[in-house]
């Protein structure tokens, strides 16, 4: 996969993208990142990236030609209409009013051989931007940053774990939190007994299936405590709910 951020501040960067799984992406040829500085699309003495809003108001907004002439001069084609059978990649704005980001949508962008990330700085982009440039606007919360470069590390580095061989084990991504629509459950490691608090003894009994039935409910309990929202969507097996049931008629039993 090649990834093109577009930013005001590329040197945030290299400090996250060269280290750990997105390094070792790197390395297996799975991930390829560049780096483009807006500035370097501007023109003028001073090259001038952002203007006050027509209207007043504080803050600057990023000005939509040097943003155009950024994505014409880094995508095949531009942005006109592309060759029947051609490429287009996704151009995604990452900013505070985007659809919310979660696993599934860091599935769908990882289907994708290149990505085209801009992040927005100040009081935003202009909104001409947004109608006739950007494909998709996504935010990773309900919050407000300085700017989008935490955003795009951030997107980067989920997409990138779902990519093939990039984790080392096969179906390693699978079971993360949220990939399957539940919280994973409670793990552990040497040793087996530290300061008297004991790893369950099924994590020992070397017994696969009984380890998998003890994670599928941990990992239902845990998602029942901390994020019950998750259960509305969740793909749930006729056990599952049989569980969640015993955990709500626990729930009810403990507040009497």
Request: negative net charge; charged residues 20%.
């Amino acid at each position: 996969m090649r990834i093109d951020i577009l930013t005001l501040f590329p040197g945030m960067f290299p400090g996250y993208l060269n280290e750990s799984i997105l390094k070792k992406a790197q390395e297996l040829g799975q991930l390829e990142v560049y780096l483009h500085n807006i500035r370097d699309y501007a023109t003028g003495k001073h090259r001038v990236t952002d203007e006050p809003p027509f209207g007043g108001g504080g803050g600057m907004v990023l000005k939509p030609d040097v943003l155009f002439t950024a994505v014409e001069s880094i995508l095949p084609g531009g942005i006109s209409p592309q060759p029947p059978g051609s490429f287009a990649p996704p151009l995604i704005l990452l900013s505070p009013q985007g659809r919310p980001f979660t696993q599934t949508i860091a599935q769908e962008l990882a289907q994708h051989e290149r990505l085209v990330l801009l992040c927005g700085r100040y009081e935003g982009v202009d909104e001409r931007v947004r109608q006739h440039l950007i494909t998709d606007e996504i935010s990773i919360g309900d919050y407000v940053l300085t700017g989008g470069e935490l955003a795009a590390m951030v997107l980067v580095d989920a997409v990138t774990r779902l990519l093939p061989g990039v984790l080392g084990a096969e179906g390693a991504a699978e079971t993360d939190s949220h990939a399957t629509g539940l919280l994973e459950g409670p793990h552990y490691t040497k040793p087996a007994d530290f300061r008297g608090w004991q790893v369950p003894d099924v994590l020992r009994s070397g017994h696969a299936a009984n380890i998998a039935h003890w994670r599928r409910e941990q990992s239902l309990r845990r998602t029942w405590q901390r994020r019950p929202d998750l259960l509305l969507t969740a793909p749930l097996t006729e056990e599952d709910k049989w569980f969640l049931a015993q955990l709500a008629e626990e729930s009810v039993n403990s507040d009497q």
